[in-house]
């Protein structure tokens, strides 16, 4: 596989939780701490970058996946922002079939739920690897140690301390970088950290954390065990290159902690994302770009690399009053021009690409040409909706769609004036596609029109 500078440094990264361990307040504490926006939005406050939904500001929960587009340090992030909700938990499965490593957040007042155990048999599936951030231990009553041991127990994982808290509830003051030896505290007001000595009182904590750390970094190489034994710890470089091949490899999960709305521990996190979670080229060696060529039927492969042919897969679409329709894709790889011609795989249908787009919330950036490894918005698009596959029509590929799960929960719908039905029908068709959770038949008896959603708050939401 050639080396490809531009996908080196992505990072495409799905932001997973149970709901109301604060995945939305953390993303908002990442840019933030990157410096994206110039001050925190909060849930009550409905000012998230994430949640701009109309619902998603009423209910104080998300509801769809929203796409964080940023760079830090030499890396570009892509986070996906994705529900909680078992209701939603449809738009998180599409969401990681386009990334290529999870932030799985744990609310540590939230506690362990079924919802997130729910999804993590989806990306085990996908042989995904992760990092776990313990968020709330700023709140009443809250520890790392009963939290993170109920998640162990529950996902069966085997988990490694990067860093660890320094105070407890309303006296966390910052974390403890395992690695570094360094103890990183927020400073009110300004999206900065200082970094300074570990605090005496959990220098013995630290100790412990680090000899787990090292011994877990050591046994991915044999040259680290032998260096290990002889000297009883290994060089910052080599700890850092034995936690990204175990975190690749599935190994173990490396677990970063602190406040997201105190913004405590963001900035290691961020460091940690980047240093840890494998870029596309990494991934693609991980789990190879397959799919089959619909003219013969046999297996094709992709390369993440900008000059093979242009391929892509949609994770979702918007019908946007303003901007019309959008089209939210990850290219798998090759390279697609502004207003270039593709075609819709599955549907044997040729597209002319509209405009192109980075991706912040609801704020939308132009681009000039999509890259592999690229998550991006492209316009107009006439054809393709969720889960489709867009190709070079002279080296076409289809990748397998995402198995959905179905609707538990339906009711029959009325217009007010039966010369309503056309025109609600087609309000429900648009709804459809944008979230392919929902299903709109015709009851061939009743001639009743009938959706069907996944929960009541799913279809509440939706109307």
Known sequence: MGKDAHADTIRNIAVVSASGA????????????????????????????SDFEPEEIHRK??????????????????????PGSLSFQGETKLALHAVDGVLVVLGAASGMRTELEKLWTTISDLRLPCILFVNELDRERTAIEPVLKACEDALEIRT???????????????VVHVVEGAAYRPVAGIAKVL?????????????????????????TDDRLVEKYLAQGDLAEAEIMQGVKAWTCARKFVPVLCGSAVRNVGTTPLLDALAAYLPSPAEAALLRP?????????????????ADDPFSAYVFKTIIDPFAGHLTYLRVLSGTL?????????????????????????????????ISAGDIAAIAKLKDTQTGDTVCEEKHPILFARVPLPK?????????????????????LHKLVEEDPMLEFTRNPETKEMVLGGMGQLH???TF
């Open 289 to 305: 770009v397959k799919g089959t060529d619909p003219q013969t039927g046999e297996e094709a492969v992709r390369e993440p690399a």
């Open 195 to 219: 970094r300074g000595n570990v605090p005496a009182g959990v220098g013995g904590l630290v100790g412990e954390a680090r000899k787990k750390l090292v011994e877990s970094a050591a046994e």
């Open 22 to 49: 604060g995945t939305t307040s953390l993303v908002e504490a990442l840019l933030y701490s990157a410096g994206v926006i110039p001050a925190m939005g909060s849930i009550a406050n409905g000012n998230t970058v």
């Open 459 to 461: 279809v509440d939401v």
């Open 160 to 174: 490694v301390p990067v860093t660890i808290p320094i105070g407890a509830e309303g006296r966390l003051e910052g």
């Open 407 to 427: 609707p538990v929960f339906s009711f029959a719908l009325e217009p007010k004036a039966k010369a309503d039905i056309e025109k609600v029908s087609v309000g």
């Open 61 to 82: 929960v998300s509801v769809s996946t929203a796409v964080a587009h940023f760079p830090w340090k030499g890396t570009t992030f892509n986070l996906l922002d994705t």
């Open 337 to 369: 021009h502004a207003d270039a011609p593709f075609v819709n795989a599955g549907r044997r249908v040729k597209e002319r690409g509209g405009h192109l787009f980075t991706i912040l919330g609801k704020k939308y950036t132009p681009a000039q040409q």
